[in-house]
């Protein structure tokens, strides 16, 4: 097996996958981490390209438990490296380099989808999308304002969903245009008495989910273009439910 070895923090292969925790550096190279023993087996497990397998000698001898073939991609580090690309607080010392595979052009013609327009908490964006692909959707769109599908708090909040499902990270308003041009019907959660009521709608083997911003809603333009706007009634005396608590609740309903 002909692994690298390397043992400096200065190291350029280090410094240029260090970088990667910066989505500029991310757009760049075309390429992410992942972090944690869960994330990088399920990659694996799901067969994904990947650039390099990092770890200690420790860590990548508890990985080959997994009967998993490597090759030179795998780079045996120190744990003064580790600390540096870890970005948690209790790191397990295994890291994994993928390519950014996001397709130029998609067209949405069938199938259940959730629409974020204008997440901000990756916290929210990771578990929605872990809900949807636990709810078998097909698959999930984040507009180009929502928060970067391959920021590193995402990427633990999806907690392996995304190796699962569709995801793209693309201009709301075309994909918009796709579901009306394919016949899906949009649905947008709004905060608003008047809306339809979530329990009254009736089933649908394929619609579009809009999850709105956690501060601001659904954009009104967005709300233009909905075939419906769908609320989830609040008997207690809060004022709304938070984004991925609202939006699974919705997901399921339509599952």
Request: charged share 20%; glycine share 6%; aromatic share 8%.
């Given at each position: 097996?002909?692994?690298k070895?390397?043992?400096s923090?200065?190291?350029?292969?280090?410094?240029?996958?260090?970088?990667?925790?910066?989505?500029?550096?991310r757009?760049?190279?075309?390429?992410?981490?992942i972090?944690?023993?869960?994330?990088?087996k399920?990659?694996?497990?799901?067969?994904?390209k990947y650039?390099?397998?990092i770890g200690?000698?420790?860590?990548?001898?508890?990985?080959?438990?997994?009967?998993?073939?490597?090759?030179?991609s795998?780079?045996?580090?120190?744990?003064?490296?580790?600390?540096?690309?870890?970005?948690?607080?209790?790191?397990q010392?295994?890291?994994?380099?993928?390519?950014?595979?996001?397709p130029?052009?998609?067209?949405f013609?069938?199938?259940?989808?959730?629409?974020?327009?204008?997440?901000?908490?990756?916290?929210n964006?990771?578990?929605?999308?872990?809900?949807?692909?636990a709810?078998?959707?097909?698959?999930?769109?984040?507009s180009n304002?929502s928060?970067d599908?391959y920021?590193?708090?995402?990427?633990?909040?999806?907690q392996?969903?995304?190796?699962?499902?569709?995801?793209?990270?693309?201009?709301?308003e075309?994909?918009?245009?796709?579901?009306?041009?394919?016949?899906?019907?949009?649905?947008?959660?709004?905060?608003?008495?008047?809306a339809?009521?979530?329990?009254?709608?009736?089933a649908?083997?394929?619609?579009?989910?809009?999850i709105?911003?956690?501060?601001?809603?659904v954009?009104?333009?967005?709300q233009?273009?909905?075939?419906?706007?769908?609320?989830?009634?609040?008997?207690?005396?809060?004022?709304?439910?938070n984004?991925?608590?609202?939006?699974?609740?919705?997901?399921?309903?339509?599952?």
């Amino acid at each position: 097996m002909d692994m690298k070895e390397i043992n400096s923090v200065n190291n350029s292969i280090i410094k240029q996958i260090r970088k990667l925790k910066q989505k500029k550096y991310r757009k760049d190279q075309m390429s992410y981490l992942i972090e944690g023993f869960h994330l990088v087996k399920e990659a694996l497990d799901m067969e994904q390209k990947y650039e390099y397998v990092i770890g200690t000698q420790e860590t990548i001898n508890k990985l080959k438990l997994t009967n998993k073939i490597f090759d030179k991609s795998i780079i045996l580090v120190n744990q003064a490296i580790c600390d540096q690309l870890s970005d948690t607080e209790n790191s397990q010392d295994i890291f994994m380099v993928l390519p950014i595979n996001q397709p130029h052009s998609f067209s949405f013609k069938f199938g259940k989808w959730v629409i974020l327009d204008n997440l901000t908490d990756p916290g929210n964006v990771g578990t929605i999308i872990r809900t949807a692909d636990a709810a078998g959707f097909d698959g999930v769109i984040l507009s180009n304002q929502s928060v970067d599908l391959y920021n590193s708090k995402v990427q633990r909040s999806m907690q392996g969903s995304q190796f699962h499902l569709q995801i793209v990270q693309t201009d709301i308003e075309q994909v918009l245009l796709d579901f009306k041009n394919n016949g899906l019907p949009l649905y947008a959660s709004v905060l608003d008495k008047d809306a339809e009521i979530l329990y009254n709608c009736k089933a649908v083997s394929q619609l579009g989910l809009i999850i709105g911003n956690e501060a601001h809603g659904v954009s009104r333009q967005v709300q233009l273009e909905c075939d419906h706007k769908i609320y989830i009634p609040i008997k207690g005396k809060a004022e709304s439910l938070n984004a991925a608590i609202a939006a699974g609740i919705m997901i399921y309903y339509f599952s």
